[in-house]
Nanobody, 118 residues
Framework: QVQLVESGGGLVQAGGSLRLSCAAS????????MGWYRQAPGTQRELVAT???????NYADFVKGRFTISTDNAKNTVYLQMNSLEPEDTAVYYC????????????WGQGTQVTVSS
């Protein structure tokens, strides 16, 4: 019933910027965490950033102030502003939702490709 749809990925040159968005729909509780993970070929999926319904944020240390996560809670939408992109940021970026209704449930988007060229 819950669906996450990402957009905003693409090809960008090193030093450029992209803004990812993810819109969630379906049965979503008011208590939730939304965010972004990424996975490069041959590597494990890793956390990029998360934000809770209470406003608490968490960033991976490799972001180094370059990325900013934000939400529109009323619309169940999460954004990731990515600046000063580097070739090492090339990966598939996945939207993440963990929400409480009667128990915790986790959902993933299909992913959007981000490619940074040098």
């Amino acid at each position: 019933q819950v669906q996450l749809v990402e957009s905003g990925g693409g090809l960008v040159q090193a030093g450029g910027s992209l803004r990812l968005s993810c819109a969630a729909s379906g049965s979503i509780g008011g208590i939730k965490v939304m965010g972004w993970y990424r996975q490069a070929p041959g590597t494990q999926r890793e956390l990029v950033a998360t934000i809770s319904s209470g406003g608490s944020t968490n960033y991976a240390d490799f972001v180094k102030g370059r990325f900013t996560i934000s939400t529109d809670n009323a619309k169940n939408t999460v954004y990731l502003q990515m600046n000063s992109l580097e070739p090492e940021d090339t990966a598939v970026y996945y939207c993440y939702l963990r929400t409480w209704i009667s128990t915790w449930s986790t959902y993933w988007g299909q992913g959007t490709q981000v490619t940074v060229s040098s």
